[in-house]
């Protein structure tokens, strides 16, 4: 549970401005994880959320990817192995399929690492489409995730 509510939490910092850990914990409960202010902080704490200034003067909770790529690339397998089902591919275009619910949280995981190669990405519920600059380029990026996903 801890590893999809961490997968939620990066989905949602990366889509919405998030400034404090109270709106945070609203999103987290109308997303269905019920936690406490506690649980939000030691999330905030454990994915080494900093707080960015955003255009607009305000805040924001997001990640500390460029200083920090190592332990997003960690984040990224653990959260990728716990959500896919199979991935294949057809010319530049791989599709993944997730347990439901998933994808999101797998896409976002997988959109903060910026794979070489990779032009674009779209999420559903459970299924991933990623467009890739080439087919070779598909087909090295397939053998990489086939090697990450739960044995």
Same mark, same amino acid.
């Given at each position: 549970m801890k590893s999809k509510r961490h997968a939620k939490i990066l989905e949602l910092i990366?889509?919405?401005?998030?400034?404090?850990?109270?709106?945070?914990l609203g999103?987290?409960?109308?997303?269905?994880?019920s936690v406490t202010q506690a649980t939000v902080s030691r999330d905030i704490k454990e994915l080494r959320l900093i707080k960015t200034q955003a255009?607009?003067?305000?805040?924001?909770?997001? %990640?500390? =990817?460029?200083? &920090?790529?190592?332990d997003m690339s960690f984040k990224f397998h653990a959260i990728f192995a716990e959500s896919v089902n199979s991935i294949d591919y057809a010319g530049n275009t791989i599709v993944i399929k997730c347990y439901h619910g998933?994808?999101?949280?797998?896409?976002?995981?997988?959109?903060?690492?910026e794979w070489?190669?990779?032009?674009? %990405?779209? =999420?559903?519920? &459970?299924?991933?489409?990623?467009?890739m600059r080439d087919e070779a380029s598909a087909t090295e990026f397939v053998s990489q995730l086939k090697k990450l996903m739960k044995k």
């Amino acid at each position: 549970m801890k590893s999809k509510r961490h997968a939620k939490i990066l989905e949602l910092i990366s889509k919405y401005p998030i400034e404090t850990q109270e709106e945070l914990l609203g999103m987290l409960n109308q997303e269905g994880f019920s936690v406490t202010q506690a649980t939000v902080s030691r999330d905030i704490k454990e994915l080494r959320l900093i707080k960015t200034q955003a255009p607009d003067g305000g805040y924001r909770y997001t %990640t500390n =990817a460029k200083n &920090d790529m190592v332990d997003m690339s960690f984040k990224f397998h653990a959260i990728f192995a716990e959500s896919v089902n199979s991935i294949d591919y057809a010319g530049n275009t791989i599709v993944i399929k997730c347990y439901h619910g998933m994808a999101n949280a797998a896409c976002a995981a997988l959109d903060s690492i910026e794979w070489k190669g990779v032009v674009g %990405t779209l =999420a559903g519920d &459970d299924t991933i489409f990623i467009l890739m600059r080439d087919e070779a380029s598909a087909t090295e990026f397939v053998s990489q995730l086939k090697k990450l996903m739960k044995k």
